[in-house]
């Protein structure tokens, strides 16, 4: 789940099956009790239906949950971030950062630190697609150093500059769940 509306989805399913929970955040569902076989499996199904998976595998959740970290930091959090990443998700998921990147890479096939580019960009392209703030503010939003920063970063990933982005026509923005 990478946003509010998948977490609406997910609670939705859940109700409509009757299995109680506890709490659902971002990429994580905290159940009153374990699923019995059928149940388990029907719900599995329906996440496939939908998009979604479950994951049993303790890699693959630990995985999901940097994943859900970085989300929420770059599309959520406005204050800026007073460690940096690897120390914010040794806090967030209570692991130690080296243990974290190792599955993350051998999971994904990229790094925690390239992850987090891709979805700052993604980030950038949107709000350079709104034109309600200048580069400037939005450096200073996402917490780049700097313009420059930002612009290396942004054609490195895209191949173009922030402002040759903002003039094309199409939308060449990815879906924040296949970065």
Known sequence: MVCDRCIMVVKS???????????????????????????????????VSLG??????????????VKSAIIYLVHHQEAELKVNLSQYLTQELAQDYISLSQQFSEQEGTTIEQF?????IERVKELLRYKELS?????????????AHLSNQ?????????????????????????L
């Open 13 to 47: 399913e859940l109700d409509q099956l009757a299995i109680k929970y506890k709490a659902i955040t971002l990429g994580e569902v905290a159940l009153e009790s374990a699923l019995n076989g059928n149940v388990k499996e029907e719900f599995a199904n329906k996440l």
């Open 52 to 65: 979604f998976e479950l994951l049993d595998d303790t890699k693959a959740k630990t995985v999901e949950k």
């Open 116 to 120: 987090y580019i891709l979805h700052r």
């Open 135 to 147: 580069l400037s503010e939005i450096a200073y939003k996402l917490h780049f150093t700097d313009v």
């Open 154 to 178: 942004f054609k490195k990933v895209t191949g173009y500059t922030p402002t040759a982005f903002k003039n094309l026509k199409t939308n060449s923005r990815k879906q924040i769940d296949n």
